[in-house]
C-alpha cells in the first residue's frame, strides 16, 4: 500500500521568510514516482515536480527546491523567499511506477502575510 | 504544454437530480483518465480510473451507479453524479494520461480545473 504523509497542516511565514515543507512517504515498491503540486485557492491543480525514485539528485527550480533523501523516505520542498502568491495548499503525492493512480498526502497549507 | 480542461467550473443542483461533469484533454490523447474528489480541507481521494472505450475501475467504496463514468473518446471522459444529494457535494477534478507531443511527452502531471458541485 501507498501512503503518504505531511505532518504539518498549515504554516504561517511573513514575505521573504523561507518555508519547507515536510513529506514523509511509505511505499514497499523499489521504483516509484514522486510529485508535489500546489492547489492555490481557486482550486486547480498545478504541477510542480516529479521524481523518479532513481534519481536522488536534489533540484532547484528558482525560488522553489526539493530534498529528496530514499534513505529516510522523505520529498520536502522548500519555498526560499517566500512570497504573497505562494499562499496555498500543497500537496505531495506518490504512484507505483506502473500504475499512474496518484496517492495524496493530506497538504499542507501555506500561508504568507506581506 | 498539455492542457486538460473541466467543465463546469462550478455547478449547483437541487437534491434528486443529475449532474454531468467534462473532461476534455485540449492538445492530446488521453488513453487513461482519473477522477478524483476533494471534500472542504480534506486531500484528494482517487474515485475512479477510466480507459478508453472500457469500463470504468472504480476504488473501494465509491458506488459505480451513483458516479457514472464514460470515456467514450481519446479526448473526452465525464462523470455524471446520478441522484445529487447534499453530501455529494464536494470538489472534483479529473486529471488525464497520455502522449502529446513530438517527443512523447508523458501528461500524467496535469489535471483539469475542478469542479465545485453543491447539492442544495
Known amino acids: 500500500a501507498q501512503k503518504v504523509t505531511q505532518a504539518q497542516t498549515e504554516i504561517s511565514v511573513v514575505e521573504k521568510e523561507d518555508v519547507t515543507l515536510d513529506c514523509v512517504y511509505e511505499?514497499?515498491?523499489?521504483?516509484?514516482?514522486l510529485f508535489w503540486y500546489k492547489q492555490p485557492p481557486s482550486g486547480e491543480l498545478v504541477f510542480l515536480i516529479r521524481?523518479?525514485?532513481?534519481?536522488?539528485q536534489n533540484e532547484i527550480s528558482g525560488r522553489y527546491s526539493w530534498n529528496f533523501q530514499k534513505s529516510t523516505s522523505s520529498f520536502n520542498f522548500t519555498i526560499t523567499a517566500s512570497q504573497v502568491v505562494d499562499s496555498a495548499v500543497y500537496f505531495c503525492?506518490?504512484?507505483?511506477?506502473?500504475?499512474?493512480?496518484?496517492?495524496f498526502g493530506a497538504g499542507t497549507t501555506v500561508t504568507v502575510r506581506a | 504544454g498539455a492542457v486538460v480542461s473541466q467543465h463546469p467550473s462550478r455547478v449547483i443542483c437541487k437534491s434528486g437530480t443529475s449532474v454531468k461533469i467534462e473532461c476534455r484533454s485540449l492538445?492530446?490523447?488521453?488513453?487513461?483518465m482519473f477522477w478524483y474528489r476533494q471534500f472542504p480541507k480534506q486531500s484528494l481521494m482517487l474515485m475512479a480510473t477510466?480507459?478508453?472505450?472500457?469500463?470504468?475501475?472504480?476504488e473501494q467504496g465509491v458506488e459505480k451507479d451513483k458516479f457514472l463514468i464514460n470515456h467514450a473518446s481519446l479526448t473526452l471522459s465525464t462523470l455524471t453524479v446520478t441522484s445529487a444529494h447534499p453530501e455529494d457535494s464536494s470538489f472534483y477534478i479529473c486529471?488525464?494520461?497520455?502522449?502529446?507531443?513530438?517527443?512523447?511527452?508523458?501528461?500524467?502531471?496535469?489535471f483539469g480545473q475542478g469542479t465545485r458541485l453543491t447539492v442544495v
Open positions: 486529471s488525464a494520461r497520455g502522449w502529446a507531443g513530438r517527443e512523447g511527452m508523458n501528461t500524467e502531471a496535469f
Open positions: 511505499t514497499r515498491d523499489t521504483t516509484y514516482y
Open positions: 521524481r523518479n525514485s532513481f534519481d536522488e
Open positions: 503525492a506518490l504512484r507505483r511506477t506502473n500504475d499512474y493512480k496518484l496517492s
Open positions: 492538445d492530446f490523447q488521453a488513453t487513461t
Open positions: 477510466s480507459n478508453e472505450g472500457s469500463k470504468a475501475t472504480y
